[in-house]
């Protein structure tokens, strides 16, 4: 099944887009000397409060053009783009990024340690914003990326299969990184991982989860004149 000329140069820009999204996220956290512990904070606090904020506000951006950017290929220049599934996920991924946008444009106004009651009408309406976004991009991601997973089960070839069955395990790891006590693994391997709840670190899981399964889609995608025709025969045996 052929694929549109520009599809080599859309798969290129987006794996850069998701290098340079994951190497600007690891700048703000690390310049300027953060006064947060990054496994008990929020990403998006250090996007709100971090001394180089924009360089993990301008991630975010560049991570959500990543999210859009992947499921246009899915749906207009992959060779899946005739299934119904690869049309579904890449609706979910574009929700996915509206989702990362808000996160990025309405900032954290309110930590968690703050009383509501406490917060003027405009602070409340901004924080109110961030956490839809919160929701719209896991709840989306997550979606986006289970359907493609199963998607590649049923329709790719034995590679594709291998990572739609990866990209499928990777979500119960991202519910499990939500729930996880990192106080009870301390009590039975007597190692101290993380102090506290944690809940920074377990955020940072679940994102690098769902960045996972989305990084393992990217390749996949990748334009079938450009590989070895033995996945074409695959799909076809298949």
Not at 29 to 35: E, F, R, S, V
Not at 138 to 159: D, E, I, P
Request: with cysteine.
């Amino acid at each position: 099944m052929l694929t549109p000329s520009y599809a080599p140069l859309l798969w290129r820009l987006n794996l850069i887009t998701l290098l340079v999204a994951v190497c600007a996220v690891i700048l703000g956290h690390t310049l300027g000397d953060p006064p947060f512990d990054w496994t008990q904070t929020h990403i998006s606090t250090y996007a709100a409060r971090a001394p180089f904020d924009d360089f993990i506000t301008a991630g975010m951006l560049l991570f959500a053009a990543f999210m859009y950017s992947l499921g246009l290929q899915l749906s207009l220049a992959s060779h899946f783009k005739d299934f119904l599934w690869a049309h579904t996920a890449s609706q979910l991924l574009g929700t996915s990024a509206a989702g990362m946008v808000f996160l990025a444009t309405f900032e954290e106004s309110l930590l968690i340690s703050t009383p509501r009651w406490k917060a003027s009408a405009d602070v409340l309406t901004q924080q109110n914003f961030h956490d839809s976004g919160v929701l719209i991009f896991y709840g989306s991601a997550m979606l986006a990326t289970s359907v493609a997973g199963v998607g590649l089960l049923f329709t790719g070839c034995r590679v594709e299969k291998v990572g739609g069955l990866v990209m499928l395990c990777c979500m119960p790891l991202v519910v499990v990184s939500r729930m996880i006590d990192f106080g009870a693994l301390e009590r039975l391997s007597k190692i101290k991982i993380a102090k506290g709840d944690a809940i920074g670190l377990r955020q940072r899981l679940m994102l690098g989860f769902l960045g996972l399964a989305a990084f393992i889609l990217a390749l996949l995608l990748r334009p079938r004149h450009s590989r070895h025709s033995r996945c074409d025969a695959n799909l076809k045996s298949d």
